[in-house]
């Protein structure tokens, strides 16, 4: 707990005193996974620790503003409200995912879904950009309906 303290401490004061706070970071991953520490990870730590850019990339967004990221970037994070974008067939999963990739595929869209705390709002529409960037009829993606998944889906109100 006075490790935890410690770092909370340092963030109220200026979140570019944090790299002051290595040895807490490496305290706390030590007790949550111990025997796994990585002098490379440390390194790595330290490194974003003293980038005032790397800090800020990690800040959350100004309130009042809209904060758009990859469904990768949003591991992690929760946000009140989601707007999950490209629910078409061809992009999520991509074209011809098999196997290993569409369960890829899959888990990057339940990363996507479940950053909503309040509301989560699945687009799609009738016409879509394609890979050549003309416009084309869109189908919805498959994991739109997957295990009766769209009896929970309520439409919106256009």
Known sequence: MARLRNISELVSKDIGCLIDGVDD?????????????????????????????YLESFMPSVPGEIQLMTLHKSKGLEFDAVFHLDLYKFILPKYKATGQERIQGLNLHYVGVTRAKKILVLCTSSHRTSSKYGTQCAENSEFLTIHGIESLRKPCPV
């Open 25 to 53: 970071f490496v305290a706390i991953a030590n007790a949550v996974l111990p025997n796994s520490q990585s002098q490379h990870a440390i390194t790595c730590l330290r490194n974003v620790l003293s980038c005032q850019e």
